[in-house]
């Protein structure tokens, strides 16, 4: 078996971290360890989440695609990436450097929570993934956007928000203007545990990667993308970025994929291109279903 689940808590906790892709890479090893020693229930994930866990660094090179490598400098370096971030309470490569081991952040596995855990009910929502599809990425946009992806293509009309242009919640917003405890209960209200709020990045500094894991993803999973850059109104710049799926699950409808509002752009993703469209690209589309070229 080389599935396993995530839930939306911890899709969302990876998303706002700040992660590497060494980090991200070592997590989902350990996270797939998990879920095997789980035996496959996510009702059961985060009891074996709080469990220590020892973990051979040979099974986990291979897990994280790194299985030609003859040392541990892309662990060492997730350790190093790793501190801080309440993701694991202990996070070591034992004397040897034959053995990893490792204990997630109560706080993370309280995410990992799903009581009565049923994948067929549409109210869980959660990313079934597969390693060896995982071992394709290389970049942190690169499994962010394929985790997303994965878990919203089954959807009828799927649509996701990009991380790190969101406005953020109030306590980000408020971050500095109260007390610590003030900022502490309010982040026990809002079920939030980052250690440090997401920093907003202009779109035009994220532009490239995002659009470079798009055509990854698109190659990987045989979906297109109409990636929208919503303009914002007080404020200049592109405020926030979402992307519509378009793959053989969807049903999307004329008039509903090619929607174009004012002051938002679009940006078609298939495979190897992307294109900006024009306000006259949008009116000729707008009954199609799928994006032009799309098998």
């Known amino acids: 078996m080389t599935q396993y689940i995530l839930i939306e808590e911890i899709v969302k906790k990876l998303e706002t971290s700040n992660l590497t892709a060494p980090a991200l890479r070592l997590i989902h090893g350990t996270l797939y360890d998990a879920h095997i020693r789980a035996?496959?229930?996510?009702?059961?994930?985060?009891?074996?989440?709080?469990?220590?866990?020892?973990?051979?660094?040979?099974?986990?090179?291979?897990?994280?695609?790194?299985?030609?490598?003859?040392?541990?400098?892309?662990?060492?370096?997730?350790?190093?990436?790793?501190?801080?971030?309440?993701?694991?309470?202990?996070?070591?490569?034992?004397?040897?450097?034959?053995?990893?081991?490792?204990?997630?952040?109560?706080?993370?596995?309280?995410?990992?929570?799903?009581?009565?855990?049923?994948?067929?009910?549409?109210?869980?929502?959660?990313?079934?993934?597969?390693?060896?599809?995982?071992?394709?990425?290389?970049?942190?946009?690169?499994?962010?956007?394929?985790?997303?992806?994965?878990?919203?293509?089954?959807?009828?009309?799927?649509?996701?928000?990009?991380?790190?242009?969101?406005?953020?919640?109030?306590?980000q917003k408020i971050h500095g203007k109260l007390s610590k405890l003030q900022i502490e209960t309010l982040k026990m209200r809002e079920g939030m545990f980052e250690p440090t709020p997401v920093k907003a990045i202009q779109w035009t500094k994220m532009r490239d990667s995002w659009i470079n894991s798009a055509k990854k993803v698109s190659k990987i999973t045989g979906n297109s993308f109409l990636i929208r850059l919503h303009d914002g109104i007080r404020e200049p710049g592109i405020q926030n970025v979402d992307v519509k799926v378009v793959g053989k699950h969807t049903a999307w409808v004329p008039e509903n994929l090619y929607k174009l509002h004012s002051g938002t752009k679009l940006i078609e993703v298939y495979e190897d291109r992307h294109v900006y469209l024009s306000s006259a690209d949008v009116r000729a589309r707008c009954k199609q279903t799928s994006i032009p070229g799309q098998i």
């Open 39 to 171: 035996g496959g229930a996510a009702e059961f994930l985060s009891l074996r989440m709080n469990d220590q866990a020892v973990l051979r660094v040979s099974v986990l090179r291979d897990l994280i695609g790194s299985a030609g490598e003859k040392c541990n400098r892309q662990i060492k370096q997730a350790i190093k990436d790793l501190h801080g971030k309440n993701i694991f309470c202990e996070l070591q490569l034992s004397s040897n450097g034959r053995a990893l081991d490792f204990k997630f952040h109560n706080r993370f596995c309280e995410h990992a929570t799903a009581r009565k855990f049923d994948p067929e009910l549409g109210s869980h929502k959660y990313a079934l993934l597969d390693t060896e599809i995982m071992k394709k990425c290389r970049t942190p946009s690169d499994f962010l956007f394929l985790t997303r992806v994965v878990m919203h293509e089954r959807q009828k009309f799927p649509t996701f928000d990009l991380p790190g242009l969101e406005k953020g919640t109030e306590a």
